[in-house]
């Protein structure tokens, strides 16, 4: 299950955002969230195993393929795939991507 809560807010509440159907379902379950499902867009994407201490040199090398490959970059995400004690063990950056 993949949301996050963004910050923005609403007369209803908080925003949740989610990035699949069943985090969808789960958002609406929790009083005082609006939900927002993200359009399908092109992103680029990398997988990122290992503590959060690390992950700028993620990050850097995913921008520095962006910026290489022509296209411009948005606001990235994190869907955090596996968590493990009070951290993300596995986390998925997503940038979305325009040429």
């Not at 379950?29 to 359009?39: A, H």
């Not at 869907?79 to 063990?89: A, H, L, V």
């Not at 596995?90 to 979305?96: A, L, R, W, Y």
Request: charged share 25%.
């Amino acid at each position: 299950m993949v949301h996050y809560y963004d910050g923005r807010r609403t007369t209803e509440g908080p925003v949740c955002t989610s990035l699949t159907r069943s985090a969808s379902r789960a958002c609406r379950d929790i009083d005082g969230f609006t939900v927002t499902e993200l359009p399908v867009i092109d992103v680029a994407s990398v997988i990122h195993r290992g503590g959060m201490e690390n992950i700028r040199f993620v990050y850097e090398a995913l921008f520095r393929w962006i910026e290489n490959s022509g296209f411009m970059a948005g606001y990235s995400r994190e869907p955090y795939r596996e968590m493990g004690p009070g951290r993300p063990r596995i986390t998925e950056i997503q940038v979305p991507i325009l040429k």
